[in-house]
């Protein structure tokens, strides 16, 4: 198994702007992911995040929207830009590895 | 593309006794695996159980136990002994390994959200 530390763990943004959510692995991992989950509902993947090259977005998410780093196997980052009350979510990011997949605890985004 | 269907969206259990949480997949896959995740209020996700599509054997792991039924598409989780730490919603997810490792996306169910009474 593998832990998956996230930041910030939660914030609230004015419309228009933009945050940027970390996530830090105590190990290598070949694969990292970005989760959006709605309260009391399922994960939607947004993208995995591919060590030195571009990420791969899922359908009805794009890069200019989601802009994601991934610049060593043990870090990545996900931004959120231009944000509109729709993306109040829990974003969530996981890294695959031999077991199974680990997830990070969640940031709990709220857009005014 | 990989459905996954949870078709309880609640269950309820007293302490001590067992519970079984349904999910079906739908795949044309021949080599895959398939989880159970734990996600309590504090929304941390934490793997359960996991079980590998070319074994038949069915996993388990302590008081967690999986029903898995290849043909059927079905893989159902049992739960003994329920604990009142056991409440939480748990999902479902189906992953496709990624070019000949054993890792790769996850497609999850809607969850069902299980709440054990003392």
């Known amino acids: 198994s593998a832990v998956i530390s996230q930041k910030p763990s939660r914030d609230i943004c004015q419309r228009g702007t933009s945050l940027t959510i970390q996530c830090q692995v105590d190990?290598?991992?070949?694969?990292m992911f970005w989760y959006r989950q709605q309260p009391g509902q399922s994960l939607t993947l947004i993208a995995t995040?591919?060590?030195?090259?571009?990420?791969?977005?899922e359908s009805g998410f794009v890069i200019d929207k989601f802009p994601i780093s991934r610049p060593n196997l043990t870090f990545s980052t996900l931004t959120v830009s231009n944000m509109s009350p729709e993306d109040s979510s829990i974003y969530l990011c996981?890294?695959?590895?031999?077991?199974?997949?680990?997830f990070g605890p969640g940031t709990r985004l709220t857009v005014l | 593309a990989q459905t996954v269907t949870q078709s309880q969206p609640e269950m309820s259990v007293q302490e001590a006794e067992t519970v079984t949480l349904s999910c079906t997949y739908d795949?044309?896959?021949?080599?895959?695996?398939l989880f159970w995740y734990k996600q309590p209020p504090s929304r941390q996700m934490i793997l359960v159980i996991r079980?590998?599509?070319?074994?038949?054997q069915n996993a388990t792991e302590n008081r967690f136990s999986v029903n898995f039924q290849k043909a059927a598409k079905s893989f159902s989780l049992k739960i003994s002994d329920s604990q009142l730490g056991d409440t939480a919603m748990y999902f479902c997810?189906?992953?496709?390994?990624?070019?000949?490792?054993?890792?790769?996306?996850?497609?999850f169910g809607q969850g069902t959200i299980l709440t054990v009474h003392p």
């Open positions: 996981s890294g695959g590895m031999e077991g199974g997949q680990f």
């Open positions: 190990s290598q991992v070949t694969m």
């Open positions: 995040a591919n060590q030195g090259s571009e990420a791969t977005y």
């Open positions: 795949t044309s896959e021949n080599n895959y695996y």
């Open positions: 079980q590998e599509a070319y074994k038949q």
């Open positions: 997810a189906f992953m496709k390994p990624a070019g000949g490792t054993s890792y790769g996306k996850l497609t």
